[in-house]
């Protein structure tokens, strides 16, 4: 892959890839992990619930429940997901064709994961799909004060990468994500619109 940024300067000096649904196949993960949380605080929801409409925050779940914070209280309904997660990471599927476009530009370009997620499930989840070899940026959730929509994450990222957004692809495949990369100046590559290459 040699895209370039069409302003004459040539291949991209970085490229920045969310992990959920991007680099990995979580689906399955991330909404079991939804629902056993759920679960523990007493709300029984089915898979298709939570498929529908999928949130993965104890706030977004809260508007959609319509139920108080004392219900399903952030701290807590981290503790259970992550819990299921971790216990189920059996459950990831890796995506062939993005790992074959991430080892193709790691070989001359910088490379990141920005994600959503929490940067111990990032670094967990690489390993089970076989990309932790490489020479990995992370940005994770907690590594900023807002998180994707917001652009922290991705500005943090070019940071740690010393590039110019300008000069970084990202890789998303959710409406938040593209929004964050976009306002932090970077080029973006919907991979629900265009498959990978």
Known sequence: ME???GDGHGPYAAYAFDFDGTLADTAAINHGSVRASLAAHGIAVSAAW???E???TAAE???RLQ???TALPDDTFVAAARAYWFANTDRIRPITAAATVVRTVAQHSAVAVVSANYSDIVRHGLSVVG???LPWIIVGRDDVDHPKPAPDAYIRAAQLLEVD???CLAHEDTDAGVRAATAAGMHVIDIRHQ???
Request: charged share 20%.
């Open 165 to 167: 957004p300008r000069r």
């Open 50 to 52: 939570v498929a529908a």
């Open 3 to 5: 895209a370039t940024t």
């Open 195 to 197: 498959p990978w290459q």
């Open 131 to 133: 990309l932790d070899d």
């Open 61 to 63: 779940l809260r508007h």
């Open 67 to 69: 139920i108080a914070p």
């Open 54 to 56: 999928p949130v993965f």
